[in-house]
Every structure is written in structure tokens, then in C-alpha cells.
């Protein structure tokens, strides 16, 4: 995987919500303030709602990092279709109790009874509903029921909702909740990052994976990452990954926008080329040169003082500097010889004014033929390593859609942790 071919010590951009990188944007600056003024307030709800993939599940996760489990007794759950029953017992589970199969009424007198000793402990009981979107109406005044549960003046449960756009709506126009809305006691909607935040949240997260500069990540990439994303953490997160992938698979060390713009286009299943640019891979072998002073091959380093006044011979194109097949550089090594016979017939029947000197002639035709026998030494290692490559990436993405399969699964799994 790319983590190994760039020497990170993690995977900063999976999809899974994970704590350790947590990003604190301006809007989740905010949702973070709201929460704890809730947890301050220590009664009624706090609405947190968002478009998927906006970090909700992740800001919870970095919150709950920070609480003091000895004085806050906090539990999560993940709803799927749950009606009024179905969550009473899921609220009864989450906390630990064993209430199954006994009716409604029975099951709401035990979690009473587990709140007030959490209470005469010493200990707040909070529980976090992710994914309240799927809510029935009636689970949702189930949940407003729990909340009523007291010792003295003292609330017993403190509940936050995080959900998707809809269920903000379902909370400000259901007639059926304005007993809930009155227990409202703050909300915020988490909003996609801005332009300007995209380039530290993409640093932060290689950071908490060992990122050491490489690769090093260029503005027109960061350009092209919210352009594409609107600024979503889960967007970025995914087309990220698969950058990075191709980044491993190239072999690059500078990821731009090109590279960005060719995994999004291969992303939506359309064909793309990409031609990474020879800064981005490291040294490569440049054009033999002839040196004037002993008529022998040379190679430029790419420095300008080894240049001197050599003089670049134009060779033949052998099926370009990209992928080469064996049939192509067969062809191209039938080229080499066939022009090297042209250029040795031609010296042979032409008349000069001044016919070169043997040695001369012969350095000449050998120089062009050492020439080529590099080229096409050049264009075949190439090919291996295109061959190897290849295999590469489709061990990488075999491994890589069994992970999604996996997460995927686990998602829909109504019991799954947030």
C-alpha cells in the first residue's frame, strides 16, 4: 500500500472515523463549543446535523477523547429503522443492562433504577444517538421521556442527536416534537470546510502518520482536491487514498494537480493518460550526445558545464517514452539496424569533396549504433518495471476493494460501533 511506499506509520486517510485525526475546522470549532456547553448544562439535547461525510461521528469520538470517564458515564449508539420499543431496549443494552425479553414498561423502570446509582455515584450519564435520521417519530419521544428521568432537580440522562440534514428538518417542522423542541438546548450544522482549510487538513492528517515531506503535495493539487470535494472530510479522505495509491503505483514523489485530475477521471470510469513529469520521479536517463573531441556516446547528467558544445543527434521515435510492448521494441531494434545500414550505404556510395577518413566513418556508425542499443536498453527496462508495476497495483486494489467490502458490511450491521 501507499503508507508503505511513502514511509507513513498509519493510514491518515481512511474512511472509518478515527480521533487521532481529528481536524478542528472553523465549523467543527463550533459544534465543539456547543457540545460543551451541553455537557456543561448537563440536561436536554444537543442537535448536531450535517451532510454525510462532514465528521460528525468524528467530532463525538475526539470529544468523548476528552472527558473524564470517571465522572461521565457516556455511550454510543448507531440507529437503523428503530421504532419506540426498539430503542428503549437498544438505550438498555448500551448501558449494560440485562432486560432482554422483558416488556417495555419493565425495561424502562431498570434504566431509571442504573441512572439514579450512576447519579448517587458521583456520575453524569450522557448517551450520544448517531445516525438519528433513521428515527421513527416514536423513538424520538421515547428519547424525550428518558429525558425526564430525575433525582431531586438533577436530570438523569443528557442525550445527543447527530444526523443528516433531514432529521434537523424532521426536529423544526414535526408537529408531533415541540416537546422535544423545547428541550433543545443547542444546535449546530456542520458545514464542508472552506478552500483555504483543505491544504492543512490534508498536511495534518499526513503529519499523524509520520509524513516527512514526502511526497511533497503542490498547490495545484490542493486545488483540484476542492474542486472536486467541496471541501467534504469523507470526499477528500477517499480521493486522497486513491492518489496516494496511484502516487505509490508512479512511483512519484510530487502529487499535482494532474495526477489529482487523472484519478478523478479514472475515478468516474472514463479513460485517462497520465504523464508524470520527470521532477517527479527523480533522475532518469537522458538522449545520448556526441562528444565532438572523441566522436563517442556520451550522456548529459543535466548539468550545463558537462554539456560543453556537444552536439544532440535526433533519433528515431521508438513507440514514445511511455509503454512500450515487446512487438514495439522489436520494431524499434529493426529500426536501429536498418538506419545504421542506410547510414553506412550512404557513406559508402556518396562522392564528398573531402571523403572522411575511415576511422572517422566507423566511429560514427558505431556511435549511432550504440546510441540505440541504450535507447532500447532504456525502453526495456522500462517495460519491466511497467510489468512490475502492474502487478503492484493489482495486488493493491484486490486488498483495497476487500477493505471497502469489509467496511461496507460492518456499516449495515444495525449494532456496529460509531
Not at 157 to 162: D, R
Not at 320 to 333: K, T
Request: charged letters at 20%; glycine letters at 8%; aromatic letters at 6%.
Amino acid at each position: 500500500m501507499y503508507d508503505q511506499f511513502y514511509g507513513l506509520t498509519g493510514r491518515p486517510f481512511q474512511l472509518t472515523p478515527d480521533p487521532q485525526y481529528y481536524f478542528e475546522s472553523g465549523t467543527h470549532r463550533k459544534a465543539l463549543s456547543y457540545l460543551g456547553y451541553g455537557l456543561a448544562q448537563g440536561e436536554g439535547f444537543i442537535v448536531i446535523t450535517g451532510e454525510v461525510g462532514t465528521g460528525k461521528s468524528t467530532l463525538v469520538a475526539h470529544l468523548m477523547q476528552t472527558i473524564d470517564k470517571a465522572r461521565l458515564n457516556a455511550v454510543t449508539i448507531v440507529t437503523s429503522q428503530l421504532d419506540g420499543a426498539d430503542m428503549v431496549q437498544m438505550v438498555s443494552e448500551s448501558f449494560g443492562m440485562a432486560t432482554h425479553g422483558q416488556g417495555k414498561a419493565e425495561t424502562l423502570k431498570a434504566i431509571e433504577n442504573y441512572l439514579h446509582g450512576e447519579a448517587r455515584a458521583g456520575r453524569r450519564s450522557l448517551l450520544i444517538v448517531d445516525e438519528a435520521q433513521n428515527l421513527t417519530i416514536d423513538a424520538v419521544e421515547e428519547l424525550r421521556m428518558l429525558s425526564n428521568f430525575q433525582l431531586g432537580p438533577q436530570a438523569l440522562l443528557q442525550i445527543f442527536l447527530l444526523g443528516q440534514p433531514e432529521f434537523r428538518d424532521l426536529v423544526q417542522n414535526a408537529m408531533e416534537l415541540e416537546q422535544l423542541r423545547q428541550r433543545v438546548i443547542a444546535t449546530h450544522h456542520l458545514e464542508a470546510m472552506e478552500a483555504e482549510e483543505v491544504e492543512p487538513y490534508i498536511t495534518h492528517r499526513l503529519s499523524r502518520a509520520g509524513w516527512n515531506g514526502n511526497p511533497r503535495i503542490e498547490a495545484s493539487a490542493i486545488a483540484a482536491l476542492y474542486r472536486e470535494t467541496g471541501g467534504g472530510p469523507r470526499k477528500l479522505n477517499m480521493l486522497m487514498s486513491r492518489v496516494m495509491l496511484m502516487g505509490a503505483v508512479e512511483q512519484l514523489h510530487v502529487i499535482d494537480g494532474d495526477l489529482v485530475n487523472a484519478v478523478i477521471t479514472d475515478m468516474a470510469g472514463k479513460p485517462f493518460e497520465y504523464e508524470a513529469p520527470m521532477s517527479a520521479k527523480g533522475p532518469v536517463a537522458l538522449p545520448a550526445e556526441i562528444s565532438e573531441d572523441t566522436g563517442h556516446a556520451v550522456v548529459d547528467k543535466g548539468h550545463p558545464e558537462a554539456r560543453g558544445s556537444a552536439k544532440v543527434v535526433e533519433f528515431p521515435s521508438c513507440a514514445g517514452d511511455g509503454d512500450v510492448s515487446g512487438s514495439a521494441a522489436e520494431s524499434a531494434l529493426s529500426s536501429v539496424h536498418g538506419m545504421a545500414e542506410m547510414a553506412a550505404s550512404t557513406l559508402q556510395s556518396s562522392t564528398p569533396v573531402m571523403s572522411p577518413p575511415a576511422a572517422v566513418t566507423n566511429n560514427l556508425e558505431q556511435t549511432y549504433l550504440d546510441a540505440m542499443a541504450g535507447r532500447l536498453t532504456a525502453l526495456e527496462q522500462r517495460v519491466s518495471e511497467q510489468d512490475d508495476a502492474l502487478r503492484r497495483v493489482v495486488a493493491m486494489i484486490i486488498d483495497w476493494m476487500n477493505r471497502e467490502s469489509a467496511l461496507e458490511a460492518a456499516q449495515k450491521r444495525p449494532d456496529r460501533a460509531a
